[in-house]
């Protein structure tokens, strides 16, 4: 059992560290690569910040554990909104784009609901996944055309990056932390699925608690030490479209690649009580991000309490 908890807490701490580094090297290398900041908003940092909850949801299907395949993602949407987004606004009310409130927060409620209709057989389908994947290519299509480019010179600042490398030398860093951190979030995802079906199994609780709390929470774990950082630095370097954009990535993205990898069953539970917080907590959010385009720090503490309520009943 020591050697569960080992697994679980050591694949947790690698993929915080892998994901942070993967995130940092590919902003580098896209910006020395003269990628427009627009790119490097939408995809690069996107896919890097995801990367940990794609590669444990893929390794967890692949070796046949669905429970924490799905509960990943599904405790990774409620832990990005109630947990996340919660302690942020507790202490920095945090802004809200008007396109966030009539696009992206649209788009996040419909594929939250096209996932519990897809899970209402207890499987995600081949097709299914397919139709995932579809719609994460058409949101961020949609997205480059609509959007505004962003100041470069932002973006290097915020993940702490040089805009140019100096020399060859900065560059081939860069290509082999990327590739160092790649390594490190599969064997990382490997020790946390691993831990995380031991630890359960010991205690007795079904692999599903273990993935929507444990398990989300360390897939979260680099938007909320992203968000705390900015929070000490006094910038808002996490906002809230960035946290509904990442579960619009993790249904059509995460989801939509493992089902069309290895087509994935859904536990009961998740569908009938999981799934239905992960819908209620949006719906919950939409009143606040009308009210003056944030979110302020009473509802910052209603979110967070949500999400305490959440893990008490689940537990």
């Given at each position: 059992?020591?050697?569960?908890?080992v697994?679980?807490?050591?694949?947790?701490?690698?993929?915080?560290?892998?994901?942070?580094?993967?995130?940092?090297s590919s902003?580098?290398?896209?910006l020395y690569?003269?990628?427009s900041?627009?790119?490097?908003?939408?995809?690069?940092?996107?896919?890097?910040?995801?990367?940990?909850?794609?590669?444990?949801?893929?390794?967890?299907?692949?070796?046949?554990h669905?429970?924490?395949?799905?509960?990943?993602v599904?405790?990774?949407?409620?832990?990005?909104?109630?947990?996340?987004?919660g302690?942020?606004?507790?202490?920095?009310p945090?802004?809200?784009r008007?396109?966030?409130v009539?696009?992206?927060?649209?788009?996040?409620?419909?594929?939250?609901?096209?996932?519990i209709?897809?899970?209402?057989?207890?499987?995600?389908?081949?097709?299914?996944?397919l139709v995932?994947?579809?719609?994460l290519?058409?949101?961020?299509?949609?997205l480059?055309?609509?959007?505004?480019?962003?100041n470069?010179?932002?973006i290097?600042?915020?993940?702490?990056?040089?805009?140019e490398?100096?020399?060859?030398?900065?560059?081939?860093?860069?290509?082999?932390?990327?590739?160092l951190s790649?390594?490190?979030l599969?064997?990382?995802?490997?020790?946390?699925?691993?831990?995380?079906?031991?630890?359960?199994?010991?205690?007795?609780?079904?692999e599903?608690?273990?993935?929507?709390?444990?398990?989300?929470?360390?897939?979260?774990?680099?938007?909320l030490?992203?968000?705390?950082?900015a929070?000490?630095?006094?910038?808002?370097?996490?906002?809230?479209?960035?946290?509904?954009?990442?579960?619009?990535?993790n249904?059509?993205?995460?989801?939509?690649?493992?089902a069309?990898?290895?087509p994935?069953?859904?536990?009961?539970?998740?569908?009938?009580?999981?799934?239905?917080?992960?819908?209620?907590?949006?719906?919950?959010?939409?009143?606040?991000?009308?009210?003056r385009?944030?979110?302020a720090?009473?509802?910052?503490?209603?979110?967070?309490?949500t999400?305490?309520?959440?893990?008490?009943l689940?537990?």
């Amino acid at each position: 059992m020591v050697l569960d908890w080992v697994q679980l807490i050591g694949g947790l701490l690698i993929l915080i560290i892998g994901g942070d580094f993967l995130v940092r090297s590919s902003v580098k290398l896209a910006l020395y690569l003269r990628i427009s900041s627009l790119v490097i908003g939408l995809t690069v940092v996107s896919f890097g910040t995801s990367f940990p909850e794609l590669v444990v949801s893929l390794n967890a299907a692949l070796d046949s554990h669905p429970d924490i395949s799905v509960g990943n993602v599904v405790g990774s949407n409620i832990a990005n909104l109630a947990l996340v987004l919660g302690i942020s606004a507790m202490f920095f009310p945090m802004a809200v784009r008007r396109s966030t409130v009539v696009f992206d927060w649209p788009i996040m409620l419909l594929a939250t609901i096209i996932l519990i209709v897809f899970s209402w057989d207890l499987r995600i389908e081949l097709w299914e996944g397919l139709v995932f994947f579809s719609g994460l290519i058409t949101y961020n299509a949609v997205l480059i055309r609509g959007s505004r480019k962003e100041n470069k010179t932002e973006i290097a600042e915020e993940f702490d990056v040089e805009i140019e490398a100096s020399d060859s030398a900065d560059l081939i860093r860069a290509i082999i932390l990327f590739g160092l951190s790649l390594i490190a979030l599969v064997g990382g995802a490997e020790l946390l699925v691993n831990g995380a079906v031991g630890v359960a199994r010991s205690i007795g609780i079904e692999e599903r608690i273990i993935a929507v709390s444990i398990v989300a929470f360390g897939t979260s774990a680099p938007e909320l030490a992203t968000s705390l950082i900015a929070l000490y630095k006094k910038e808002t370097s996490i906002s809230v479209g960035n946290l509904i954009g990442s579960n619009v990535f993790n249904i059509l993205g995460i989801l939509g690649l493992t089902a069309i990898v290895s087509p994935v069953d859904v536990n009961p539970a998740i569908l009938s009580f999981d799934m239905f917080w992960a819908l209620a907590i949006p719906l919950l959010l939409y009143p606040m991000l009308l009210t003056r385009l944030r979110v302020a720090r009473i509802e910052g503490v209603l979110l967070f309490a949500t999400y305490v309520i959440y893990l008490i009943l689940i537990f």
